[in-house]
């Protein structure tokens, strides 16, 4: 287990960053996305490389193709148009009771379409996206039960940042750039399959192989080549009394909000609280900055 250290601004400002990690985390990922409209200033953010799992790799793609706003404004006109999340008599049709299967695929459009693929590709920032392959000569369902248990355990009993029972199940994770996506449908399909939270949402395939929700493996993803531990800062969406704002882990940068956002993970009904979530992280990190001598 790594020791842990909390981090000041001061210390936050001497460190140079060239990967950024989004965690997932549903909604709660739009406090990064107001996280990283204040770190993108600061001269030591030099990312060239993001990894994003989940809804974190979405708001990671709609930052790097410079459409966050975009992202963020057709969040919350259509939660703000949405009454439930869950539509029962929808079963009787025989569809998922489900929202959020019908609304993510919009949400992807709003920041991705071909001019934005073309941008990203001709770019010089990579954007890995992270799945979970299911366990091998298993259902896929049954992998997906075993790895939401796993999820369950690690995140909320055992309290890591990473994952470490997955792999020893043979649940694997894959990383995927999106700029190396031939086709815009491949890379809309790569965000939908890291985002596969079955049972709320559908399987998805990537290259041809069934996907789950790269959260299953890794909800804080680290590629295992870990490139530069040093220079990667890590942006997590979930609250942790036990830990202040910043601090290092590992020889990573981690950031976490201030106290427990607005919106809920997968909630479709409430674009205040998506708002409250991203000017939460524009505040939090304004302030903490702002302590600097």
Same mark, same amino acid.
């Given at each position: 287990?790594?020791?842990? #250290?909390?981090?000041s601004?001061?210390? %936050?400002?001497?460190? !140079? *960053? &060239?990967t950024? /990690?989004?965690?997932?985390? @549903?909604? $709660?990922?739009?406090?990064?996305a107001?996280?990283?409209?204040?770190?993108?200033?600061?001269?030591?953010?030099?990312?060239?490389?993001?990894?994003?799992?989940?809804?974190?790799?979405?708001?990671?793609?709609?930052f790097?193709?410079?459409?966050?706003?975009?992202?963020?404004?057709?969040a919350?006109?259509?939660?703000?148009t949405?009454?439930?999340?869950?539509?029962?008599?929808?079963?009787?049709?025989?569809?998922?009771?489900?929202?959020?299967?019908?609304?993510?695929p919009d949400w992807?459009?709003?920041?991705?379409q071909?001019?934005?693929?073309?941008?990203?590709?001709?770019?010089?920032?990579?954007?890995?996206?992270?799945?979970?392959?299911?366990?091998p000569y298993?259902?896929v369902?049954?992998?997906?039960?075993?790895?939401? #248990?796993?999820?369950?355990?690690?995140? %909320?009993?055992?309290? !890591? *940042? &990473?994952?470490? /029972?997955?792999?020893?199940? @043979?649940? $694997?994770?894959?990383?995927?750039d999106?700029?190396?996506?031939?086709?815009?449908?491949d890379?809309?399909?790569?965000?939908?399959?890291?985002?596969?939270?079955?049972?709320?949402?559908?399987?998805?395939?990537?290259?041809?192989?069934?996907?789950?929700?790269?959260?299953?493996?890794?909800?804080?993803?680290?590629?295992?080549d870990?490139?530069?531990?040093?220079?990667?800062?890590?942006?997590?969406?979930?609250?942790?009394?036990?830990?202040?704002?910043?601090?290092?882990?590992?020889?990573?940068?981690?950031?976490?909000?201030?106290?427990?956002?607005?919106?809920?993970?997968?909630?479709?009904?409430?674009?205040?609280?998506?708002?409250s979530?991203?000017?939460?992280?524009?505040?939090?990190?304004?302030?903490?900055?702002?302590?600097?001598?």
């Open positions: 287990m790594h020791t842990i #250290a909390a981090i601004p001061s210390d %936050f400002l001497s460190r !140079t *960053f &060239h950024a /990690v989004f965690a997932g985390g @549903g909604n $709660r990922c739009w406090w990064q107001g996280a990283v409209e204040r770190l993108r200033d600061q001269a030591n953010w030099q990312v060239r490389r993001l990894i994003g799992v989940s809804a974190g790799a979405g708001v990671a793609t709609a790097a193709t410079g459409r966050l706003q975009e992202a963020l404004q057709s919350v006109e259509r939660f703000n949405t009454p439930k999340n869950i539509v029962w008599a929808d079963l009787l049709k025989g569809k998922r009771p489900f929202v959020l299967p019908r609304i993510y992807i459009e709003s920041f991705l071909a001019a934005d693929l073309q941008r990203l590709q001709q770019g010089s920032l990579k954007v890995d996206v992270a799945i979970t392959r299911p366990i298993l259902p369902t049954l992998s997906t039960a075993l790895a939401l #248990a796993l999820y369950s355990t690690e995140k %909320f009993w055992l309290k !890591t *940042f &990473h994952g470490r /029972v997955p792999h020893w199940v @043979g649940l $694997r994770s894959e990383y995927h999106v700029t190396g996506c031939a086709h815009l449908e890379a809309r399909s790569l965000l939908m399959a890291s985002a596969a939270a079955v049972p709320i949402t559908p399987t998805h395939k990537v290259n041809g192989r069934a996907a789950l929700d790269g959260g299953f493996y890794d909800n804080v993803p680290l590629s295992r870990r490139v530069d531990d040093a220079g990667t800062l890590v942006l997590l969406t979930r609250h942790r009394t036990d830990l202040p704002l910043a601090f290092d882990m590992g020889g990573r940068t981690y950031l976490q909000p201030s106290r427990p956002v607005a919106a809920t993970n997968m909630d479709c009904t409430s674009g205040s609280n998506v708002q979530t991203y000017a939460q992280g524009l505040e939090d990190i304004g302030a903490w900055l702002h302590k600097v001598n």
